[in-house]
């Protein structure tokens, strides 16, 4: 019947967390941030030995997973990227101070559960300069969490360790869900965990051609899934890779 109205052809959209990765570039653009991308196969050096963690280091445990069969000029076996760090080595050996870069993209560990994935997204921070303090990493933090979730998010640091940053500490954020007041989703603790943080180790400063004596800066990693989550509450993390059309057309 040529008088019925016409079948429209189905649109797509964008996945949630590829606009969570617009919106991190957007904010952080928006203060003066560079975005830099790189290999995701690549070589032992960039993925641990310049962020201080050599071969037989235990921290490496965790990360070094993936590889392909092939060896780097060393004749190491090369990783598939277990953060998106190697790109900001990459970047600061080709640039000079002050830098201020964020590199988002994909990564890769053995992990796989409800929260967990082998395959997610990360977005990594580094600025480095001449006067950098833990205050400015503070506000910087704090400036990009209220953008993402409100004008009235406060943050918080706890001491932890990770072996590129020195002092290190683990970022938490008033939770989205109760307020700060405590609920099941913070652990009725009023806090979220959610970024990874700390001033750049002066070996890592070595490592890209810099001089700890002449400048310093600070670093930040977080998953871009968990911040997808965490917005939309959302809980289970299998979702965004299953494809089903009922739960992406809701964004």
């Known amino acids: 019947d040529v008088t019925l109205p016409g079948r429209m052809d189905a649109r797509g959209g964008i996945h949630?967390?590829?606009?969570?990765?617009?919106?991190?570039?957007?904010?952080?653009?928006?203060?003066g941030f560079d975005v830099a991308d790189g290999p995701e196969i690549e070589s032992d050096w960039?993925?641990?030995?310049?962020?201080?963690?050599?071969p037989n280091?235990?921290?490496?445990?965790?990360?070094?997973?993936?590889?392909?069969?092939?060896?780097?000029?060393?004749?190491?076996?090369?990783?598939?990227?277990?953060?998106?760090?190697?790109m900001q080595?990459?970047?600061?050996?080709?640039h000079q101070p002050p830098?201020?870069?964020?590199?988002p993209g994909r990564t890769y560990r053995v992990d796989s559960d409800a929260t967990h994935s082998p395959m997610f997204h990360q977005v990594e921070g580094l600025l480095v300069d001449k006067h950098v303090t833990m205050a400015d990493l503070r506000g910087t933090l704090t400036a990009f969490m209220r953008e993402v979730f409100g004008s009235d998010t406060r943050i918080r640091f706890r001491p932890s360790f990770f072996p590129f940053t020195e002092p290190s500490v683990e970022c938490d954020f008033t939770c989205v869900m109760c307020g700060g007041k405590g609920c099941k989703v913070c652990k009725n603790s009023g806090w979220i965990e959610c970024v990874g943080a700390g001033m750049v180790n002066p070996n890592v400063l070595r490592n890209v051609g810099y001089d700890p004596e002449k400048c310093q800066g600070f670093a930040f990693g977080m998953g871009i899934e968990r911040l997808t989550m965490i917005k939309h509450r959302i809980e289970d993390l299998r979702l965004f890779s299953e494809n089903d059309v009922r739960f992406l057309e809701q964004f």
């Open 99 to 103: 830098i201020k870069v964020i590199s």
């Open 16 to 31: 949630p967390v590829m606009r969570t990765w617009m919106r991190i570039e957007e904010i952080f653009r928006s203060i």
């Open 89 to 94: 080595g990459r970047y600061a050996r080709t």
């Open 57 to 86: 280091h235990p921290a490496r445990s965790m990360q070094d997973t993936f590889y392909v069969d092939r060896n780097d000029d060393e004749g190491r076996p090369l990783p598939l990227r277990p953060h998106t760090s190697p």
């Open 46 to 54: 960039f993925s641990f030995t310049a962020l201080n963690n050599p």
